[in-house]
């Protein structure tokens, strides 16, 4: 008698079906999550805590864009780049008119985009925000943004999201510690490590509102995280994460390596960060907000497939298509 493995039964389950594209599809989805260089969510642990990264960080070179060979070298060491002063004057002003104007919509409230803080009704995040608002349009495809981001992956990008990360005055809750492509590897199928984000300042980010905590070097490592993606997953983790979150004992072996970083200073700063670095935030005890806009940038070739870890996809407003526009429901 022969004894049929668990990848076994996975491809003789991938060819049950009649129609042929449908068999060769789940065939190729399969193999792909066999290959899969990145596994998370797992039912236990690995024999080590983390994986090497597979993809190179910058991909560009220094005299294809604004970026200095320096602050390249700098990206590829720490996984993340902080230019103070990047927008200021009537420019952000206008931003930060743009944001107001945008948390005070009460037609955003109780929509699927606008996520609250856990608690109370204050607005944590608003997603897609480049579909929301010209204005955060015209800054996402701004070839000052595009073009550092374009030297970074060594292509051309599309948005896979927008947000705004409002962390209100007393309010605010923290976000605990995670790599962004974790969770786009796992629940909205992004492939490999060939995304960045840059999130400009709205406000003065110190270190009494919550600033964005990093662990330098952890981009070059994948840490694969326990337990099985809930349906409708986003609906929790967005208020507050419990799966996806790396275990305490490979965070403690890598601050213990690389220490943490918080990049502060006044509105107007951009901080560009690779999509695996780890990181978080504690809460806002301060009476001042902390406001950020972040976009991400996903290499057009790198474009989302089926989720590697999670039996549906996220909606659209948080992993937007390369060529497919979004608009909100209702």
Not at 86 to 100: A, K, Q, T, V, W
Not at 221 to 228: A, K, N, Q
Not at 310 to 323: T, V
Request: glycine share 8%; hydrophobic share 35%.
């Amino acid at each position: 008698m022969t004894v049929q493995t668990s990848s076994n039964r996975k491809l003789k389950q991938a060819t049950d079906y009649v129609d042929a594209d449908t068999m060769t599809a789940q065939v190729e989805n399969t193999l792909d999550r066999m290959r899969d260089p990145y596994p998370t969510r797992l039912a236990g642990p690995l024999d080590s805590l983390w994986l090497e990264r597979q993809e190179d960080v910058v991909r560009g070179r220094a005299e294809q864009g604004p970026l200095s060979q320096a602050q390249l070298d700098e990206f590829e060491r720490k996984g993340f780049l902080f230019e103070p002063n990047f927008i200021s004057g009537e420019e952000l002003d206008e931003l930060r008119r743009e944001l107001s104007e945008l948390l005070n919509r009460d037609d955003f409230r109780g929509r699927d985009f606008s996520i609250t803080e856990p608690d109370s009704q204050e607005i944590r995040s608003l997603f897609a925000v480049h579909y929301l608002s010209e204005r955060f349009d015209a800054l996402a495809s701004d070839e000052r943004l595009v073009g550092r981001v374009r030297q970074i992956l060594g292509g051309d990008a599309y948005v896979h999201q927008s947000r705004i990360n409002y962390k209100p005055g007393f309010e605010g809750k923290g976000f605990s510690w995670h790599s962004d492509f974790e969770t786009w590897h796992a629940e909205d199928g992004m492939p490999a490590m060939h995304a960045v984000s840059a999130s400009i300042v709205l406000t003065d980010n110190h270190e009494f509102n919550g600033p964005l905590m990093l662990i330098p070097g952890s981009h070059k490592v994948f840490v694969p995280c326990l337990g099985e993606t809930p349906d409708d997953h986003h609906r929790q983790s967005l208020k507050r994460q419990e799966f996806g979150v790396p275990g305490r004992e490979a965070l403690r072996e890598l601050v213990a390596r690389h220490g943490i970083e918080a990049p502060k200073g006044a509105a107007g700063g951009l901080l560009l960060f690779d999509c695996n670095v780890l990181h978080g935030s504690n809460a806002n005890m301060s009476p001042d907000p902390r406001s950020n806009v972040f976009f991400v940038y996903n290499r057009r070739d790198n474009a989302c497939v089926e989720p590697f870890a999670a039996r549906h996809r996220r909606p659209s407003f948080l992993a937007h298509s390369p060529d497919k526009p979004w608009a909100p429901e209702g």
